[in-house]
């Protein structure tokens, strides 16, 4: 029977290690460093997943007591201070601790982005011999995907920013723009903290690889 939170199973008494293909080797003649390697993995994983897990409760908890105090707020004098959808900040008495709630719009992009992609090479090939290969990289780095297929909203507003005369392009924006659509939103709660009222803000950090 295998374990999953080892990756060993028993047969017949004798201990094997599943392998990335799924096979079973014997522990045995597992080299060492990668037994060691499964075994540190495997214990920080364990830690993690329960942390991921109760951070997640925790974001959920706070976002219901905002909005029962937004609720509280609506029943108390019958006005919204931006509602569900709209950025809120809390401040303590004192104002030295503060909550943020931002609403981060989730965007895809349309068939009309390859139709603007198009355009912008052409006009790169045009502009070969007068464009700097830091301008190309840039323009040309807007439309790469990361590994999960997904485009950087941030460098194709990056390029809507740039003044460029020339029609094709500004049809390519044009493009980029028609393609963008919201297809939801999602809230976020960042919490801050400061040693006086004039002092500046440091937000409390709830991710790890910002830490």
Same mark, same amino acid.
């Given at each position: ?9 028993? =047969?017949?008494? @004798?201990?094997?290690? !599943? *392998?990335?293909?799924?096979?079973? =080797?014997?522990?045995?003649? =597992?080299?060492?460093? *990668?037994?060691?390697? *499964? ?7 364990g830690f993690a997943v329960?942390?991921?897990?109760? !951070? ?37 008495y004192d104002g030295l601790?503060?909550?943020?709630? @931002?609403?981060?719009? +989730? ?16 006009c790169l090939r045009e ?23 997904? &485009? ?9 920013? +740039? ?12 493009? !980029?723009?028609?393609? +963008?659509?919201? &297809? ?6 960042? &919490? ?5 009222? *004039?002092?500046?803000?440091?937000? &409390? ?7």
């Open positions: 029977m295998t374990d999953i939170s080892t990756g060993r199973c028993d =047969v017949n008494g @004798q201990p094997f290690m !599943i *392998d990335g293909r799924g096979a079973l =080797v014997p522990e045995t003649v =597992v080299k060492a460093q *990668d037994r060691l390697q *499964d075994d540190l993995v495997r214990k920080i994983v329960p942390l991921s897990e109760q !951070i997640t409760r925790f974001r959920e908890h706070c976002l219901e007591d905002v909005d029962s105090f937004v609720a509280l707020l609506d029943q108390e004098y019958g006005a919204k201070r931006g509602g569900r959808k709209g950025n809120l900040s809390f401040l303590s601790l503060k909550v943020d709630v @931002q609403v981060g719009e +989730m965007v895809t992009f349309g068939p009309e982005l390859q139709t603007a992609k198009e355009l912008v090479d052409e502009w070969t011999v007068d464009a700097r290969e830091q301008l190309r990289a840039i323009i040309t780095r807007a439309f790469d995907v990361d590994a999960q297929g997904r &485009i950087n909203r941030y460098n194709l507003t990056y390029l809507l920013r +740039m003044e460029i005369a020339d029609e094709r392009w500004q049809e390519a924006m044009r493009a !980029i723009r028609d393609s +963008m659509r919201v &297809i939801g939103s999602r809230r976020y709660i960042r &919490i801050y903290s400061r040693p006086t009222n *004039d002092g500046p803000w440091t937000a &409390i950090n709830l991710n790890m690889a910002a830490a």
